[in-house]
């Protein structure tokens, strides 16, 4: 099948860049990530650009931060840019008390080698609530490094728990070009962009006009580069950006994805709160027969999820929130788990959390996206991915590999009955959710977080 999208002009194919498989590697876990990534910071040449929604003051952290000026004092020319979220950078952890965030490390280190390093802050918005930088894609010298993860302890297994995610290097120098170029010329050359390893920051009230004008205008740009035609043993890859919820080609992609699949839909999510029209046009493929499996983070497994007995938070809520979500989408399809259609997988591994985003369809479409597949990244925050094109199969067993070892934690869920129920919830939590239903908040909040 052909893969186009719906545009102003009318229906589009997508460009793409040729890729061979060779140049394609999936890591497994969160520690091989880690070590690659300082490996690749410590060899770099030319280019570093990290892009992360955060660089935390933790160990971890400042291992990263360590690499990088390591790397720029042996080797003056090499650029080094590092972006994050400009709100997420200036607060502490959610639920937890910190006066300055992470932007007090990147003045600590600016402090100590003056003007090697600027840390520059992405506001996507005014507030954090309503937009953050939820771009994926690291770039040193002619490398993509692909991952969902933030830099920080748990994401980069750095003692004993970690964040399970993505990981997969892209040694394209066609594709790095394209990503960097977009970073140069729509982030760091705007003027809503600015250090946070400054002594004396902008204040985000000083830069609403720039952030207004900075997010009307990401929200018109594409990733630019020349469409390449593929060899016979290449597969293609084809970055792309969403931003709001109009003409959102990251969005019409997923959902064309969907909409065109004749065989089999595998979705990853932490979260499972979707979107009206994502669990439409699931329950469009269910109806024409299309295999839908499902891989979804347990309560337990999320970075919002606390003990029972430690000290409970609104935030600490969110869990459950998701799970009453996937409760009621199974109520509503179990006809199709009872049929075989739809395989619903809950991943659960200890103490540690699932942050797996991701799409398969059809064992030729694989889509790369830090997007959770949720109302807030369908229209708040400014995300990315790149979908690759595999005709001939030649990814298969790489995509085998990594779809085993995600599974390799999950449970198999068949009905309504394996999760639990309100009554179940501690009951902070119970009076919680049945405060927020009967003040019907619950869609609002389901927009937004």
């Not at 972006?83 to 959610?94: E, N, T």
């Not at 003056?114 to 939820?134: K, M, Q």
Request: hydrophobic residues 40%; proline residues 4%.
């Amino acid at each position: 099948m052909s893969l186009s999208v719906s545009a102003p002009n009318g229906a589009i194919t997508l460009p793409q860049l040729a890729l061979d498989a060779q140049q394609v590697e999936v890591l497994q876990c969160a520690e091989q990530y880690r070590q690659k990534l300082l490996q690749l910071i410590a060899d770099a040449r030319t280019r570093i650009y990290l892009v992360a929604l955060y660089l935390e003051d933790d160990e971890a952290g400042r291992s990263i931060m360590d690499a990088l000026y390591r790397a720029k004092q042996q080797r003056p020319q090499l650029e080094v840019q590092v972006m994050v979220d400009w709100h997420r950078a200036q607060r502490g952890l959610i639920g937890e008390q910190s006066a300055q965030g992470n932007a007090s490390m990147y003045r600590h280190y600016q402090q100590q080698f003056p003007d090697l390093i600027t840390i520059s802050g992405v506001p996507v918005s005014n507030r954090e609530l309503f937009g953050v930088l939820h771009l994926k894609g690291s770039i040193i010298d002619d490398t993509v490094i692909y991952s969902g993860a933030s830099l920080n302890d748990v994401y980069l297994g750095y003692g004993q728990r970690y964040r399970f995610d993505r990981y997969v290097l892209l040694a394209h120098s066609r594709l790095a070009d394209t990503m960097v170029n977009y970073l140069d010329q729509q982030l760091l050359a705007r003027g809503a962009v600015t250090s946070l390893s400054s002594t004396t920051p902008a204040s985000t009230k000083t830069l609403k006009p720039a952030i207004r004008g900075l997010r009307a205008g990401l929200q018109r740009e594409q990733y630019r580069y020349q469409s390449q035609s593929l060899g016979s043993q290449q597969l293609a890859v084809t970055p792309m950006l969403g931003l709001g919820p109009r003409r959102n080609l990251l969005n019409n992609t997923i959902r064309r994805l969907i909409t065109h699949a004749q065989q089999h839909i595998i979705l990853c999510t932490p979260y499972f709160n979707p979107p009206s029209v994502l669990k439409r046009e699931l329950s469009k493929a269910l109806n024409r027969g299309v295999k839908v499996s499902l891989i979804v983070g347990d309560k337990t497994a999320s970075d919002f999820y606390r003990q029972p007995q430690q000290a409970f938070k609104a935030i600490h809520a969110l869990p459950y929130l998701y799970e009453m979500n996937l409760r009621q989408f199974i109520q509503r399809k179990q006809r199709y788990i009872d049929r075989g259609l739809l395989t619903i997988e809950l991943w659960s591994d200890a103490d540690n959390s699932f942050h797996v985003k991701g799409l398969w369809v059809d064992q030729r479409y694989n889509l790369l996206t830090g997007n959770n597949f949720n109302p807030r990244a369908w229209r708040l925050d400014l995300e990315n991915g790149l979908l690759l094109d595999d005709p001939e199969g030649l990814m298969a067993q790489q995509n085998q590999q990594e779809l085993e070892n995600i599974l390799s934690h999950t449970t198999r869920i068949t009905s309504a009955q394996d999760l639990d129920s309100l009554s179940a919830y501690p009951q902070p939590v119970q009076r919680l959710l049945r405060r927020i239903s009967r003040l019907r908040a619950d869609r609002l909040l389901k927009q937004l977080l």
